[in-house]
């Protein structure tokens, strides 16, 4: 069964640099979406993205962060300076469609610390 | 904005209990209804759904019924097994300002079933 995969599973990086997470959708979609769950917390919708821009984004998702398709199998999400509250699991999620009736099929998460 | 509580866990279970899991949502207007389950390790998995009130979702012996009129999409499942064990998510797909739906999901619930 097709999944959504996303690289590293943990990622530990100094505060104020740069960290990439990336995730390989599955092939046929066309929707993609991060996530994050703050430790004890809510998983949080932060961005959106369809034919190559972003739909919609949360308060959260400021001007640290960007999302990317570069070569039409990943998508990426960029925090440029990582603060000590970025310190989460980061989900990637896929749909084949953008309506309410489709599914959004998740990934098994990055878990950013930042030290 | 729209949101989804449900219950505080960890619950702890004996193997052939019965498992009822609380969610309660608010919302403008007619979101579907999801249930996630996080298994150790791996990624978000959808395990069923209702897209509008009255329906009843059901998998792998688990249920939940949209009541519109209280609000809830409690999940049960008469007997749990050892393998049950997870964390379960209750969630609503909400309509974005682009068109596109984002979901909002509840804090999980940790279900542990002994032997």
């Known amino acids: 069964e097709p999944e959504v995969t996303q690289t590293p599973s943990h990622q530990v990086t100094q505060m104020g640099q740069e960290v990439i997470l990336r995730c390989v959708p599955i092939s046929n979609h066309l929707y993609f979406y991060w996530y994050r769950q703050i430790l004890g917390q809510k998983v949080e919708f932060l961005v959106s993205f369809y034919n190559n821009e972003i739909s919609e984004k949360s308060e959260i998702f400021d001007d640290q962060f960007s999302v990317e398709r570069p070569d039409g199998s990943n998508f990426t999400l960029k925090i440029r300076s990582t603060k000590l509250e970025d310190s989460a699991m980061y989900f990637c999620?896929?749909?084949?469609?953008?309506?309410?009736?489709?599914?959004?099929?998740f990934g098994p998460g990055t878990r950013l610390t930042v030290t | 904005g729209d949101s989804v509580t449900q219950m505080e866990g960890p619950v702890t279970l004996s193997e052939e209990a019965f498992l009822t899991i609380n969610c309660t949502y608010t919302a403008t207007g007619y979101p579907s209804l999801f249930w996630y389950v996080q298994y150790p390790g791996e990624g978000l998995q959808l395990l069923l759904k209702?897209?509008?009130?009255?329906d009843k979702g059901s998998n792998k012996g688990f249920e939940a019924t949209y009541r519109k009129e209280t609000t809830s999409f409690h999940l049960e499942k008469g007997s749990v097994q050892v393998s049950d064990s997870a964390v379960y998510f209750c969630a609503l797909s909400d309509y974005g300002t682009s068109g596109t739906y984002k979901y909002i999901f509840g804090t999980g619930t940790r279900l542990k079933v002994l032997a």
């Open positions: 209702a897209t509008k009130a009255d």
């Open positions: 999620a896929s749909s084949e469609g953008g309506g309410a009736g489709y599914e959004q099929y």
